[in-house]
């Protein structure tokens, strides 16, 4: 935007982006507007908008973009503006809070984020209290920016870095006992005004989060007393309950060690033990909201007090009515509220289990069966339920979710024992069919676990499904089906279940609403009994040829396929390729009918689907071929890429077949290795045939993996060489446009994992050649790039670009490396550690720090004395103050830095050096 445009323009843009009846009116609204936002005229704008206070609308956006300038460009100001700033933000919020709560909030946040960066405002919290706190008007906006303030400390948004941070955090500490005492003013002088009450209970709760407020001192406050009297009030809100339930949640989380702040975890457990009443009478009501907040308060209360149930369950704040109070919940009718308390279950078995006490199994194993049984009761579907289960919906999700606790807990009862007991539910009774499709879902669940010498329960189970008449509820069958695929290890201990096994699921696959299950369970059963499962190939190969007249899911014909060809893999030699050619048969022909135009109406026109199915079988088609053999699957894959060929000209526009193509052909390659030698040259100009038109990153990926498998043989070098240099060209081209790294990441990812295969496989075929030096530069460019893969595959290339120079594996070309590498640091090394250094304090986040350690330990291993100039340089680069005029990093925590870095033992030590100085930055 070149120049601040006329105020009625603006006006007429939020108008029409409000009003405009066009959606291509709105979107030129919009798009204007954002331009509006960005430039340096949006502050003056902003300002008279606020002042004007024309309409909602108008002060709705100009209060959004005050707070968008405040958070991300604040660097925009001078200093000598601050005050300016300032006095004009708490004038708009006192003029506008009548006008909307949701303008209210933007200036709110607007304030405290320029609280944050302006370090020359110092005593914030005492001089918004002194001004506004004793004026009953001005307490809605003042407890709003009093609970926006601490939540906007660690807000990603602001890059004020760790001292200033902790700098704030001591003053907010400072002056918390001033702001406990406003709000305990207000919570008992408002009466019933329940809008104020829920304003100071969320402020109060925004403390608790920053943990910053004095244990001993909270424990003795009125404000607990409040907050649970009305917790306990059956005639309380669902607003305020709302509000009170978060407090005390926020209180739980903030309790960041129970034994030094004692007092107050007392009080917090007594106060929420004592809810118990109200939690029942809220059951007795229906009010589902108030007892999901009670089940949140007992669940945060457990989870704040595992350790010390874990480790002296039964006393004091260890005490076990914790857990008990949990369970009734998970009791309660609705699945919902059980669902809440799933994390801690996890937490509690993951506790015990690495303990390994057979005596705190023995404490926690009534609960965990408790557990277990009132879980079967919630997995049951309704009586007059058709079909089966829907896996999908909130239900479906939910019963998955039960089906992985039940995995994570069920050591506490024993595997075994768990499948008896539940089978005995069913032996001994005759349920209805809801009770025992429950059951046997949850025997699924642990059906893996379960010992196949201590099963006997398993071989009743077994014996009673394979017979289960077709007259069962469609949903038993189904999830007695999936139960089989679970037994996959016991059928395999047990094979002479194998035959009515394979022919119960053989009959199910003709059976729409259990096709796909039945594909399931037999690729895992094919799985688990491979050596078993050779003699009953040709069953296996008949249903594959069938595939197409089965209704099965794509997915499941994928695996039904993956299962076939794990066995193919276990038959003698002389018979893999026969029968490989076989099973690709249906797939191959239907993409010659594709080329041809000849699909009948009812087979699909989608290629992707035939080439998914060849790429699961030449995937898991892994014979073992000893050396001098010919792998079996060659002759069957050289046969089959005239048509992946054709098939990948045709699509060539198409991203996502392209994307099979390849796909399919890397596992081609995988499969037989140098074996496949002869694609090569055909495969390889096809490839830069194509991407010079097309820039499918896919097709850079396949690259490395022809790297990889003939990087290292002699003949092969120069092509794969050439190859590569003809994909530089285009994908340069790309990358060069504007945002083209960030529009990209897919190519860099693939870029720099090619690269580095060359280093690895041929490292001086890669540092000798011409587009060498553009590489690097790319991976300069991209080494700020915050995509985690693409800047993961960035860092890889450049660790071991400075590696293939330092380690000396006895072979003749070592010398040569290291001269060719000591070259490109002596040119490039200043450049490369001062990106590493911007990326990893302005660009990247957290994750992607380990990778870019690995980056700096490798140039300080290679040479040392340059490394610890080229860091000295790149620090004295670095800002000396964040936004705001706070000192960024202190001379002394500059000089600590760099000397942990330099004296690191390991790479681990550099990350750790770096993953704290770079807080100092964000």
């Not at 402020?203 to 244990?215: G, P, Q, T």
């Not at 194993?365 to 896996?391: F, K, M, N, W």
Request: charged residues 20%; contains cysteine; aromatic residues 8%.
């Amino acid at each position: 935007m070149e120049g601040k445009p006329p105020l009625d323009m603006v006006l007429q843009a939020i108008q029409a982006l409000h009003h405009d009846p066009s959606p291509a009116g709105k979107e030129a609204a919009s798009g204007w507007l954002d331009q509006l936002q960005r430039s340096m005229f949006a502050w003056e704008i902003s300002d008279q908008l606020l002042h004007m206070r024309r309409d909602v609308e108008s002060c709705y956006f100009a209060a959004q973009t005050m707070k968008m300038k405040i958070q991300y460009a604040f660097y925009e100001l001078p200093a000598d503006t601050h005050v300016s700033l300032r006095d004009s933000l708490l004038t708009h919020i006192e003029n506008l809070q009548e006008v909307s709560p949701v303008i209210v909030t933007q200036l709110a946040l607007a304030v405290a984020d320029l609280a944050l960066q302006m370090s020359s405002w110092k005593g914030s919290i005492q001089m918004l209290v002194q001004k506004y706190g004793g004026n009953v008007s001005s307490l809605p906006f003042l407890l709003e920016i009093l609970t926006v303030l601490p939540e906007e400390v660690h807000s990603r948004s602001l890059r004020i870095g760790a001292n200033r941070r902790t700098e704030i955090i001591e003053e907010l500490a400072f002056h918390a006992g001033t702001v406990l005492s406003l709000l305990a003013a207000c919570a008992e002088n408002c009466g019933s005004d329940e809008k104020t009450l829920v304003k100071v209970f969320k402020c109060l709760a925004s403390w608790f989060n920053l943990a910053v407020l004095d244990s001993n001192f909270m424990a003795n406050s009125k404000l607990l007393v409040i907050l649970f009297n009305i917790l306990q009030r059956d005639s309380t809100s669902t607003q305020l309950h709302e509000a009170a339930c978060d407090c005390v949640c926020a209180a739980l989380y903030g309790l960041e060690n129970v034994h030094t702040e004692m007092p107050l975890a007392v009080q917090l457990f007594e106060g929420v033990v004592s809810l118990q009443p109200a939690y029942h009478m809220a059951v007795a009501r229906e009010d589902l909201d108030k007892v999901l907040s009670y089940c949140r308060m007992f669940t945060e209360l457990a989870e704040t007090l595992l350790d010390m149930i874990v480790l002296s369950p039964g006393q004091g704040l260890g005490d076990l009515r914790t857990l008990d109070m949990l369970l009734v919940c998970v009791g309660h009718s609705q699945f919902e509220v059980a669902d809440i308390t799933f994390n801690l279950w996890y937490r509690l078995g993951e506790q015990v289990f690495k303990l390994s006490d057979p005596q705190l199994n023995a404490i926690f194993q009534p609960y965990a069966q408790r557990l277990i049984h009132a879980l079967t009761r919630h997995c049951q579907v309704d009586s007059d339920h058709q079909g089966i289960p829907d896996e999908t919906d909130d239900f479906g999700e939910f019963r998955v979710r039960v089906s992985d606790l039940v995995k994570d807990v069920v050591f506490l009862v024993g595997s075994a024992e768990c499948f008896s007991e539940l089978y005995g539910t069913l032996k001994d009774s005759q349920p209805p069919w809801e009770v025992t499709e429950a059951v046997i879902f949850i025997m699924a669940a642990i059906g893996k676990a379960v010992n196949p010498d201590r099963a006997q329960a398993v071989v009743e189970v077994l014996q009673a499904v394979v017979s289960l008449p077709e007259s069962a509820h469609i949903a038993v069958q189904h999830t007695s089906i999936q139960l089989i695929g679970e037994l996959g290890e016991f059928i395999d201990r047990n094979p002479h279940f194998l035959e009515p096994v394979l022919s119960y699921l053989t009959k199910g696959l003709r059976r729409k609403e259990l096709a796909s299950a039945s594909a399931s369970s037999l690729q895992s059963v094919c799985f688990a009994c491979r050596d078993h499962m050779a003699q009953h190939f040709e069953g296996l190969l008949q249903v594959a040829r069938s595939i197409e007249v089965l209704e099965l899911s794509n997915e499941a014909a994928v695996g039904l396929l993956k299962g076939a060809a794990l066995v193919l893999a276990r038959l003698p030699l002389d018979k893999i390729s026969m029968n490989l050619k076989d099973l690709c048969a249906l797939q191959v022909n239907s993409l010659k009918r594709l080329l041809t135009s000849e699909m009948s109406n009812d087979v699909s026109k989608d290629p992707s689907i035939w080439l998914d199915r060849l790429a699961a079988i030449f995937r898991h088609t892994n014979p073992i071929v000893e050396n001098g053999q010919v792998h079996p699957c060659q002759l069957v894959i050289q046969e089959i890429w005239p048509v992946l060929s054709d098939t990948l000209t045709k699509n060539q526009a198409d991203n996502r077949i392209v994307e099979r193509c390849c796909r399919c052909l890397r596992f081609a390659i995988r499969c037989v290795g140098k074996g496949s030698a002869a694609l090569l040259d055909p495969l390889v100009t096809q490839m830069v045939r194509v991407y010079h038109t097309h820039q499918h990153s896919c097709f850079l990926y396949l690259g490395s993996i022809l790297v990889d498998e003939y990087g290292s043989e002699e003949g092969c070098r120069q092509g794969l060489l050439d190859m590569l240099q003809a994909f530089c060209v285009p994908t340069f081209s790309l990358l060069d446009q504007p945002s083209g790294l960030r529009n990209h990441p897919d190519t860099v990812d693939d870029l720099f994992r090619l690269a580095t295969r060359f280093i690895q496989r041929s490292p001086l075929t890669l540092l000798r050649c011409a587009a060498m030096l553009a590489i690097l530069q790319c991976a300069l460019a991209a080494a700020t790039l915050d995509h985690r893969d693409a800047n993961c595959s960035v860092m890889k290339f450049l660790r071991d670009l400075v590696h293939c120079g330092i380690v000396n594996d006895h072979e003749s070309d070592f010398e040569a490396r290291r001269e060719l590498v000591s070259s490109i640091l002596s040119q490039h090394g200043q450049v490369l550690v001062d990106r590493l250094l911007q990326a990893a304090c302005f660009y990247l986040p957290p994750y992607n720090l380990p990778d870019l350690a690995e980056v700096l330990w490798e140039l300080e291993l290679f040479d040392r004395p340059s490394f610890c100039r080229w860091l000295e340089h790149s620090l004295k680069s670095l800002p000396k103050e964040a936004t705001g005029g706070a000192v960024a990093a202190t001379h002394k925590q500059l000089t600590d830095f760099h000397k942990q870095v330099t004296s690191a033992e390991n790479c681990n030590n550099v990350c750790w050096a770096l993953r704290e100085f770079t807080k100092l930055y964000r």
